[in-house]
């Protein structure tokens, strides 16, 4: 267990949005390879910090595929992950541009289908995002019919492992 770890609780997240290659090298060259970032999941897991899988960002129509998530799913299940929690793509204003900018030369036939979904807000509609929630909560159900993700989640969890803090400071940029 790590040094911090026995002062307070410690957790951590890694954001992997696919394995798929093709979709990971089009979307995020340059960024660390998405197995190297789910075996640094397992490593933490391994070394007593709990550590999950946010399924982020989703890209809708191009990572957003069953087969897609469910890869991730079962990655970070094998990675002893504490959560996998879906993130469907936001674009708030600056990367909005950008993210249309890329998809217009790379996916042009998602852009009609994006503008839609983006018109009122920097979010998809509330109904795509919980749409998305249910389809991930079912692959995660399937994929781990044991329940082993609820196990170390209560695990990580659990009161008595939990140091209280002796002091609370409020730290500032001043």
């Known amino acids: 267990m790590c040094a911090a770890a026995e002062r307070t609780e410690v957790s ?30 397992a490593k933490l897991n391994d070394s007593g910090i709990p550590c999950g899988v946010m399924v982020a960002p989703i890209l809708p129509g191009i990572t957003d595929g069953r087969g ?26 600056g990367v909005r541009e950008e993210y249309m ?10 852009v009609g289908d994006y503008e839609s979904m983006y018109t ?12 998305l929630g249910n389809s991930v909560r079912a692959l995660v159900q399937a994929a781990d019919p044991e329940n082993a993700l609820a196990a ?18 409020q730290l500032s940029l001043l």
Do not use: C
């Open 68 to 93: 897609q998530l469910s890869a991730v799913i079962e990655a970070a299940l094998e990675a002893k992950a504490t959560h996998v929690t879906p993130i469907l793509l936001h674009l708030r204003p």
């Open 101 to 110: 900018g890329w998809l217009t030369s790379s996916y042009p036939g998602l």
């Open 120 to 131: 009122h807000s920097s979010y998809a509609p509330k109904a795509k995002r919980d749409a």
């Open 12 to 41: 951590a997240a890694f954001s992997i949005g696919t394995l798929d290659e093709t979709a990971w090298r089009n979307s995020e060259p340059g960024t660390p390879h998405p197995r190297k970032r789910m075996e640094a999941v």
């Open 152 to 169: 170390r989640k209560k695990r990580w969890r659990d009161p008595k492992r939990a140091i209280p803090p002796k002091k609370t400071e």
